[in-house]
């Protein structure tokens, strides 16, 4: 039998295409092509970072078996994902989910195009997954709201993925992600207030709390701690100071090892902004490889206190840095993030 995972990831990845130079689609004569999904971005980014500890982190999905899903899987393992429990699909007419990205400068705004209906995940049945088998001494179990969103068989899924999790000791993170295009904000509503007793760490920014779970408070997140019996609430912050500059930052609310509720904040940071998409996705790479990993370098052990503001800091750091790099990836490495939490500097690398 393999060892645990350090992490599983559950959700669709699609190809992204996007035309270069700021083109519109409509005129478009080259497309610059790159893999991309939440939950794929995150389990990359802790597999880039932890790679020298060894983390082991596994992506769960679904794809069709032609050229586009052996594209997808093939990037996954290039940057150290296990593959292992993708499903695959067969059938002459299954299709990979790709979305179209046109990016713009203001006053036009960037806009994604999906075309995802009726892909391989989409037709996911919930059985196709053993989850006891794949979560059985897992860390943390990773699915974000897009993932139900995809069809009802991905909703299901998602379902028994957390439950499982739950019940073999791990910890369940969710981020509600609403994507509008995906279903209204109703039917997200009902199916995240479902879904939250299953969760142990809730990334999610005060709209979001109020917005999706009811909390119309001046400190949603420790009203969230408290109601939902939550171990953190995480998020990242953003001031746009213009389409292609911002400030970031993030913020953790966590009981520490007393059970005191205490807030956590790393420093903002100026972005010259490369490419906006997956920054939150880095965040949450970096956070949990933060609770995965300790200042010594080693692996911490599953009953030792989480260190949230080591898991704050990392976090931040990444979403940072993502903002520099082309593509959903976050492509870095852990002595890129230390450097930039410890001694960041601008000057060129020789």
Same mark, same amino acid.
């Given at each position: 039998?393999?060892?645990?995972?350090?992490?599983?990831?559950?959700?669709?990845?699609?190809?992204?295409?996007?035309? @270069?130079?700021?083109?519109?689609?409509?005129?478009?004569?080259?497309?610059?092509?790159?893999?991309?999904? %939440?939950?794929?971005?995150?389990?990359?980014?802790?597999?880039?970072?932890?790679?020298?500890?060894?983390?082991?982190?596994?992506?769960?999905? +679904?794809?069709?078996?032609?050229?586009?899903?052996?594209?997808?899987?093939?990037?996954?393992?290039?940057?150290?994902?296990? =593959? &292992?429990?993708?499903?695959?699909?067969?059938?002459?007419?299954?299709?990979?989910?790709?979305?179209?990205?046109?990016?713009?400068?203001? @006053?036009?705004?960037?806009?994604?195009?999906?075309?995802?209906?009726?892909?391989?995940?989409?037709?996911?049945?919930?059985?196709?997954?053993?989850?006891?088998?794949?979560?059985?001494? %897992?860390?943390?179990?990773?699915? =974000?709201?897009?993932?139900?969103?995809?069809? @009802?068989? $991905?909703?299901?899924?998602?379902?028994?993925?957390?439950?499982?999790?739950?019940?073999?000791?791990?910890?369940?993170?969710?981020?509600?992600?609403?994507?509008?295009?995906?279903?209204? %904000?109703?039917?997200?509503?009902?199916?995240?207030?479902?879904?939250? @007793?299953?969760?142990?760490?809730?990334? $999610?920014?005060?709209?979001?709390? +109020?917005?999706?779970?009811?909390?119309?408070? &001046?400190?949603?997140?420790?009203?969230?701690?408290?109601?939902?019996?939550?171990?953190?609430?995480?998020?990242?912050?953003?001031?746009?100071?213009?389409?292609?500059?911002?400030?970031?930052?993030?913020?953790?609310?966590?009981?520490?090892?007393?059970?005191?509720? +205490? =807030?956590?904040?790393?420093?903002?940071?100026?972005?010259?902004?490369?490419?906006?998409?997956?920054?939150?996705?880095?965040?949450?790479?970096?956070?949990?490889?933060?609770?995965?990993?300790?200042?010594?370098?080693?692996?911490?052990?599953?009953?030792?206190?989480?260190?949230?503001?080591?898991?704050?800091?990392?976090?931040?750091? $990444?979403?940072?840095?993502?903002?520099?790099?082309?593509?959903?990836?976050?492509?870095?490495?852990?002595?890129?993030?230390?450097?930039?939490?410890? %001694?960041?500097?601008?000057?060129?690398?020789?």
């Amino acid at each position: 039998m393999s060892d645990p995972f350090h992490l599983v990831s559950f959700g669709e990845a699609m190809v992204r295409l996007c035309p @270069p130079g700021f083109g519109r689609l409509e005129v478009a004569t080259e497309l610059e092509m790159q893999p991309g999904g %939440a939950e794929l971005n995150t389990a990359v980014g802790v597999a880039r970072l932890g790679a020298e500890q060894g983390l082991r982190a596994v992506w769960v999905s +679904r794809l069709p078996r032609n050229p586009l899903g052996r594209y997808l899987a093939a990037k996954a393992r290039e940057h150290g994902v296990l =593959t &292992d429990h993708i499903v695959w699909d067969d059938s002459p007419d299954a299709r990979c989910g790709t979305y179209f990205l046109e990016e713009g400068g203001a @006053p036009r705004a960037s806009a994604v195009l999906y075309d995802r209906a009726n892909s391989a995940c989409a037709r996911l049945q919930p059985e196709e997954i053993d989850w006891p088998a794949v979560v059985g001494g %897992a860390r943390f179990f990773l699915v =974000t709201g897009i993932t139900p969103a995809v069809s @009802p068989g $991905c909703l299901e899924a998602t379902r028994r993925g957390m439950r499982a999790a739950r019940a073999a000791g791990a910890r369940v993170v969710f981020d509600p992600n609403f994507r509008s295009k995906l279903w209204t %904000a109703e039917q997200a509503r009902a199916v995240y207030q479902e879904l939250v @007793p299953l969760v142990d760490i809730l990334s $999610c920014p005060p709209e979001g709390l +109020r917005t999706f779970y009811g909390l119309p408070s &001046d400190a949603p997140a420790a009203e969230a701690l408290s109601r939902f019996d939550l171990q953190a609430v995480i998020m990242t912050t953003r001031t746009e100071l213009g389409m292609w500059r911002n400030r970031v930052g993030a913020t953790v609310v966590a009981r520490d090892a007393g059970g005191v509720v +205490r =807030t956590y904040t790393d420093r903002e940071r100026e972005v010259e902004i490369v490419d906006r998409l997956g920054a939150g996705d880095a965040f949450l790479a970096g956070f949990l490889f933060g609770l995965l990993t300790g200042p010594g370098g080693g692996v911490v052990a599953a009953d030792a206190p989480p260190d949230w503001e080591r898991a704050t800091a990392y976090g931040g750091a $990444c979403a940072a840095l993502k903002h520099t790099i082309r593509g959903d990836f976050p492509l870095l490495t852990a002595a890129e993030v230390r450097q930039e939490i410890e %001694a960041p500097a601008l000057r060129v690398q020789r």
